[in-house]
């Protein structure tokens, strides 16, 4: 048996924090206890049936079963050109400033691939999305935390970056609206952001994965709206959550047509494309959005105000989400993440994601998701209340 030593880059990476709280739910599970999973960022409703009914047709045509090209297919770039100018008012050209992604995750993790040397700093946001810092490091970057602060609701401090260090960032990311705090921005961050990182030389890639779960009528922006983003930015968009594909696969980056050639050229040696006949399925959920969209944050909306609603009967000063299908919120005095979650998951077997496995400024706060059904959320609530509160 040969040694089988990891990388240095995979033994760099941040430690695995849900150990136990995965093993503490096993085990619940195992035993068969009720478990109500508020863990997962993960749709529970179906994939609406006219985007199946389209991949049916198109998985029948044969020339969907070949390898796909690896830039996407024309068609289905057209396809988010022409969403991107009826949503954001921003023209895209499908020649070079879009490219299909399997999943914006495999996009956002090859990323700095692309663009970061050894040596030099991404600047990522402190708590977040895993694969920011992890597709930083795997480039053999260094990570420096922009820490998201309620004080500052939930923004990174550009002022506060430190300036000596400032020559050395390649990159920043930022996402709005935000996973796991569920922060929103208004077009001005966007500008300042654009503003910044052209002043210092920064590639900017901002993670619009929410950017269709609004709610109380607001409709978020992106980055690509605010003047001379196109000279800095690229935007990662996903149809997981907008249209509850998220086991398909299909995303896209947007912007900056040196940044999305760069990302291009390294998944041209990594993966062949995506599942043609997803894309053509993709075509028909983008040219359906407005129809479809409405209901999906009527679901969510309603849960929203229901979990907060509850959890505010028992004192516990919960914040309604503008965006995105988490409730981010304090732990109640004398928890921490960790022993909070564990408390909700021993003795009411509700499942949440500790804040502190998003980063360290996560510490202090749980993130409960609205992807289960509204009978169930109340049951939570009850049960918190009888056995916990
Ligand atoms: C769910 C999610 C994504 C989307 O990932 P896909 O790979 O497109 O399914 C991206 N960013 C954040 C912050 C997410 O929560």
């Known amino acids: 048996m040969i040694r089988i030593e990891r990388s240095e880059r995979l033994?760099?990476?941040?430690?695995?924090?849900?150990?136990?709280?995965?093993?503490?739910?096993?085990?619940?599970?195992?035993?068969?206890?009720?478990?109500?999973?508020?863990?997962i960022g993960d749709p529970d409703i179906p994939t609406p049936n006219f985007i199946i009914d389209a991949l049916n047709r198109a998985v029948r045509d044969p020339k969907t079963h070949r390898y796909a090209l690896d830039q996407g297919l024309p068609e289905f770039k057209a396809a988010i050109a022409k969403w991107f100018k009826r949503r954001f008012n921003v023209e895209l050209n499908p020649e070079n400033e879009i490219l299909p992604?399997?999943?914006?995750?495999?996009g956002i993790a090859h990323t700095p691939l692309a663009f970061v040397n050894p040596g030099e700093i991404v600047l990522v946001p402190d708590p977040c999305y895993p694969p920011y810092r992890s597709g930083s490091l795997f480039a053999g970057g260094e990570v420096v935390s922009m820490p998201l602060l309620?004080?500052?609701?939930?923004?990174?401090?550009?002022?506060?970056?430190?300036?000596?260090?400032?020559?050395?960032?390649?990159?920043?990311f930022i996402n709005y609206p935000n996973?796991?705090?569920?922060?929103?921005?208004?077009?001005?961050?966007?500008?300042?952001?654009?503003?910044?990182?052209?002043?210092?030389?920064?590639?900017?890639?901002?993670?619009?994965?929410?950017?269709?779960?609004?709610?109380?009528?607001?409709?978020?922006?992106?980055?690509?709206?605010?003047?001379?983003?196109?000279?800095?930015?690229?935007?990662?968009?996903?149809?997981?959550?907008?249209?509850?594909?998220?086991?398909?696969?299909?995303?896209?980056?947007?912007?900056?047509a040196g940044i999305i050639e760069g990302l291009a050229k390294v998944k041209s040696n990594i993966d062949s494309g995506i599942f043609s006949a997803i894309q053509r399925a993709g075509i028909t959920a983008l040219e359906n959005y407005e129809r479809h969209i409405g209901s999906t944050i009527k679901v969510y909306q309603e849960r929203r105000d229901i979990l907060v609603g509850g959890l505010n009967t028992l004192g516990w000063n919960a914040q309604k989400p503008k965006a995105t299908f988490y409730v981010w919120m304090h732990v109640p005095p004398r928890y921490t993440s960790a022993t909070f979650a564990k408390a909700l998951l021993e003795k009411c077997d509700i499942v949440v994601t500790p804040g502190n496995g998003f980063g360290e400024h996560g510490e202090g706060y749980v993130r409960m998701a609205l992807t289960v059904d509204k009978r169930r959320i109340k049951e939570a609530v009850n049960r918190i209340k009888e056995r916990l509160w």
């Not at 609701?153 to 550009?158: A, K, T, Y």
């Open 101 to 106: 992604l399997i999943g914006s995750k495999e």
């Open 11 to 39: 033994k760099k990476l941040p430690p695995y924090l849900f150990v136990e709280i995965d093993r503490a739910k096993k085990k619940a599970v195992d035993e068969g206890r009720d478990i109500i999973d508020l863990g």
């Open 179 to 256: 996973n796991p705090t569920s922060a929103v921005c208004d077009r001005k961050f966007f500008k300042d952001i654009v503003d910044f990182a052209a002043k210092h030389n920064i590639i900017v890639c901002q993670d619009a994965a929410y950017s269709e779960v609004t709610f109380d009528g607001f409709k978020s922006s992106s980055i690509l709206e605010a003047e001379g983003a196109k000279e800095v930015a690229v935007e990662f968009h996903s149809l997981s959550k907008t249209f509850n594909m998220t086991g398909w696969r299909i995303g896209f980056a947007c912007g900056n």
């Open 150 to 172: 309620e004080k500052n609701r939930f923004l990174p401090n550009l002022r506060a970056i430190n300036h000596p260090l400032l020559h050395k960032v390649r990159m920043l």
